[in-house]
């Protein structure tokens, strides 16, 4: 089966540095992606990970360790707007195999970012 | 506006009733996903399409929801004899693979999944 957690709630100062953590267990694991969702939207996607290490996509860097089952989503410079649930996904091998295409979603981790 | 559009936005209906969402993916993209999401939840994963090829479904889906996607292009879902826990708002997202014949597949599996704004659905 599927297994993601992450923090249900996170709160932070306009302009610092913040890091959602997602551990993860699954079955023909194929990728972890994180969106942003703010309410009553619809999820945007921000970054994708599939092999170890970091990837940087301007203020949004995402951090894949497989052998753990460990991701964090890093947000710096933090605006207002930030504020949002930020989504953490796993894509895992479906029952076709050539890697399969659903998304096993957590639970979101709210953010607020303050003044 | 290119992005994937969902009809419609808002659905408010009695216990017992049969409704009917559209989705209308990106227009090049060959795959199509239907979620689910709860208040305080993340999407929960109903059924997925690649061209109009119905190719997994959830155990969520039960009997009484049906999906299709005829000639590839929109999707329909349908909710017959709706519950108050069918109450949710009902996602639609899609994506493409890219690249070369040679690694299509590859890189399809790196093609992520872009969502329009759902349908949120209401039982009374």
């Known amino acids: 089966g599927q297994n993601i957690d992450q923090p249900t709630e996170m709160t932070a100062t306009e302009g610092a540095i913040v890091q959602i953590n997602c551990t993860y267990q699954?079955?023909?694991?194929?990728?972890l992606f994180w969106y942003q969702q703010h309410a009553g939207e619809a999820p945007t996607f921000l970054s994708y990970?599939?092999?170890?290490g970091l990837e940087e996509k301007g203020r949004f860097s995402s951090f894949l360790s497989r052998s753990k089952g460990y991701s964090y989503l890093l947000l710096k410079e933090l605006q207002m707007k930030d504020s949002a649930s930020y989504l953490c996904?796993?894509?895992?091998?479906?029952?076709?195999?050539?890697?399969?295409?659903?998304?096993?979603f957590g639970t979101g981790t709210q953010l607020k970012v303050e003044l | 506006d290119t992005g994937v559009s969902q009809d419609p936005r808002h659905k408010i209906t009695k216990r017992g009733q049969n409704v009917t969402f559209r989705c209308d993916p990106i227009?090049?993209?060959?795959?199509l996903y239907w979620y689910r999401q709860t208040l305080g939840q993340g999407p929960e994963f109903l059924t997925y399409?690649?061209?109009?090829?119905?190719?997994?479904k959830s155990r969520l889906l039960s009997d009484r929801f049906s999906a299709e996607r005829p000639k590839g292009s929109f999707s329909t879902l349908e909710i017959q004899r709706t519950e108050q826990g069918d109450s949710a708002m009902y996602l639609c997202a899609s994506s493409s693979p890219s690249g070369t014949p040679q690694s299509r597949g590859r890189a399809a599996r790196n093609q992520p999944q872009h969502f329009g704004d759902g349908t949120r659905l209401s039982i009374l």
């Open positions: 227009s090049e993209h060959n795959r």
């Open positions: 699954t079955s023909g694991f194929n990728g």
């Open positions: 990970n599939v092999l170890d």
């Open positions: 996904a796993v894509r895992h091998g479906g029952p076709l195999g050539g890697g399969g295409n659903k998304l096993t």
């Open positions: 399409f690649q061209n109009e090829a119905q190719l997994e």
